[in-house]
Every structure is written in C-alpha cells, then in structure tokens.
C-alpha cells in the first residue's frame, strides 16, 4: 500500500468516524507530513479531516481555531489552498456564532512582517 493510499484509507476513516482520530493521528500526521505528500491533495483532505474531527469533539475552546491558524499559516503563499480552506472557516464562524463552538481568539504572528494579527 503506497503512503497515498494510506493517507487516504485514515483520512476516509476519521470523515465517516471522528472519534477514530485519537487512533490515526500519529500516522496520519506523519504521513502528511512527509516529502513526497506534504504538499498533496491527500495532505490537505486529512488536515481538514483532522480540524472537522476536532470540531466535532474538541478537547478544549482553543483546539479547533489553533488547528484551523495552522491551516492558514501552512498554505498562506497558496490561494488556491486558501480558498478550499474559507468554506471551513466560514462553517467555525457560524458555530461559534451559534454557540456550538467556543469562541476563542488566538493570537498568531505574521511571520512575513513581525506584526501580530488576529486569529
């Protein structure tokens, strides 16, 4: 089995499952991380198969806007990522607005010009 392929295997079984997160972190994580995905389609669809499974039991108020800052952070030099990733912003507003989520704010630096930004 190629490491695409078992991306996608944990990937598919944390989106039907997002309790099974706890399972595959560690290999999934390592999995798109690693050279020849780090920068996939694959890698991508877990990274927010992981925020999706952390929004859907988040172990405390930070967790799924700290997740969703390092998305942004990664693919930041990448419009095309970013905009697959807006619609994922877009839902976290709508559940912290409807309370479903905890509001936070975390504080990010802009490593491009050293000031602080907003999360």
């Known amino acids: 089995m190629t490491a695409d392929v078992r991306l996608a295997a944990l990937t598919a079984g944390i989106e039907a499952d997002p309790a099974a997160l706890a399972g595959a972190r560690d290999e999934g994580d390592a999995l798109a991380g690693a050279p020849e995905l780090r920068d996939s389609d694959a890698a991508l669809r877990w ?3 992981v925020v999706r ?3 859907a039991a988040p172990p405390d108020g930070d967790a799924v806007r700290e997740l969703y800052g ?3 952070d990664r693919y930041r030099a990448q419009p095309a990522r970013l905009a697959e990733l807006r619609a994922l912003g877009d839902e976290i507003r709508r559940l912290e ?5 905890a509001r936070s704010l975390v504080a ?3 490593r491009r010009s050293g000031r602080p930004q907003r999360g």
């Not at 607005?97 to 989520?101: F, I, K, N």
């Open 47 to 49: 990274r927010i198969a």
């Open 53 to 55: 499974a952390v929004i």
């Open 70 to 72: 390092e998305l942004v």
């Open 97 to 101: 607005a409807d309370g479903t989520l």
């Open 108 to 110: 990010r630096s802009d």
